[in-house]
């Protein structure tokens, strides 16, 4: 016996809310302040791909997983699929101009992004970026197509915090980079 759908639930998949729901949905997105991040990965050719993102959020801490969505037609994504391995790196306030390049803002895309000077290559062959809030090293888990998105699921094998402490992270938050100064909620 099949239970008749929750009121409310979506009949099928092939069911689409309208342009304006979308719309709505993107600047009510935008008002969630999130860490900004890149996400990187190697091809087996060698080839670095990379992009910004704030989708990001940890699964598990035991044992150490991450959630990372990707746009399934990105080369990161492709990549991702193809070596398992990639990293997460948390950018720090310092950062904004790393985040720009990886969100295309630069007009370099591919391997352009990457300046040599700012990042080094984990023993898994995942790029690392130098003085990141922290990095996480991660193998693909699982990975499933959802909508326009590939979420990866990614077992974490390495994490790289500064070694001078955690700096302010960049975030994201109405469509533009801030960082976050200080704490909030402390007792007077």
Not at 103 to 113: D, M, N, P, V
Request: aromatic share 4%; net charge negative; with cysteine.
């Amino acid at each position: 016996m099949t239970l008749p759908p929750q009121p409310g639930w979506l009949q099928t998949d092939d069911q689409v809310p309208e342009p304006e729901v979308s719309q709505r949905f993107l600047t009510a997105m935008s008002s969630l302040a999130a860490t900004v991040t890149v996400i990187a990965a190697t091809s087996p050719s060698g080839q670095r791909s990379g992009m910004t993102a704030t989708a990001v959020c940890s699964l598990s801490t035991e044992p150490p997983m991450l959630v990372a969505c990707v746009n399934r037609s990105s080369t990161l994504a492709k990549t991702l699929t193809q070596t398992g391995w990639f990293s997460v790196n948390l950018l720090s306030g310092a950062q904004e101009d790393v985040a720009a390049r990886f969100a295309g803002r630069s007009g370099l895309s591919g391997e352009a992004r990457f300046q040599p000077e700012l990042w080094d290559v984990h023993p898994t062959g995942a790029p690392v970026l130098r003085d990141s809030a922290a990095s996480c090293v991660c193998h693909l888990a699982n990975a499933m197509q959802q909508a326009t998105h590939l979420v990866a699921i990614g077992a974490v094998h390495d994490v790289i915090l500064p070694v001078r402490g955690a700096p302010l992270p960049l975030m994201y938050h109405l469509r533009r980079f801030i960082t976050v100064g200080g704490a909030s909620g402390e007792s007077p």
